[in-house]
Nanobody, 129 residues
Framework: QVQLVESGGGLVQAGGSLRLSCAAS????????MGWLRQAPGKEREFVAA??????????YYADSVKGRFTIFRDNAKNTVYLQMNMLKPEDMAVYYC????????????????????WGQGTQVTVSS
């Protein structure tokens, strides 16, 4: 059984930064695609970022809305994936979920929430204007 535990959410002013963490256990972390997705009130869950491993190495993917502001990275030694969020905007406010897939997902599958097998409980990010 795979467990994912997020942390690092909170309240921040627009323009500020937060770093989310997702600690994983119960699987061979280094082989999994790890992603971050978010859901705002009244909206569908949407893809934010993901990091996956293929024969050519690590691949990262970002939603257009966060490119240049968010960075996803993983520390396999700590079984943890991070989402560094800079220049936060009020529209970034949502519950952020960490997700894992046992497959090496590529675009566009990596943006599809149904491709992920395991989910964390979510962490709230609130951005004040």
């Amino acid at each position: 059984q795979v467990q994912l535990v997020e942390s690092g959410g909170g309240l921040v002013q627009a323009g500020g930064s937060l770093r989310l963490s997702c600690a994983a256990s119960g699987h061979t972390f280094s082989r999994y695609t790890m992603g971050w997705l978010r859901q705002a009130p009244g909206k569908e869950r949407e893809f934010v970022a993901a990091v996956t491993i293929t024969w050519s190495g690590l691949n990262t993917y970002y939603a257009d809305s966060v490119k240049g502001r968010f960075t996803i990275f993983r520390d396999n030694a700590k079984n943890t994936v991070y989402l560094q969020m800079n220049m936060l905007k009020p529209e970034d406010m949502a519950v952020y979920y960490c997700a894992a897939s046992g497959r090496s997902l590529l675009h566009p599958s990596v943006t599809d929430s149904t491709e992920y097998d395991y989910w964390g409980q979510g962490t709230q990010v609130t951005v004040s204007s």
